[in-house]
């Protein structure tokens, strides 16, 4: 099983918050190389966090409960 850095896991979801945005957008925002991104997006993907769609990124509601509960629990702590 490959590792998956929980800061880009939160930095994609959370940025998605915001509403659907194109691949390019997102991976601009991540900070990673292409390819890396690319096993992030299909990572969240299988675990049904993201879907895509007419070339757009988005929440899948799963994975909107999981950025809000992430947003929530980041917001306590700092």
Known sequence: MAKY???VIARILLNLLQGPMGRTQLYM???????R???YLE????KGLLAEADG???LTVRGYEVAK????ALDELL
């Open 69 to 72: 509960a992430l947003e929530k």
């Open 43 to 46: 990572f969240l993907k299988e």
């Open 56 to 58: 757009a990124v988005r």
């Open 37 to 39: 991104f690319l096993q």
């Open 5 to 7: 850095d929980l800061d």
């Open 29 to 35: 925002r991540t900070k990673l190389n292409y390819p």
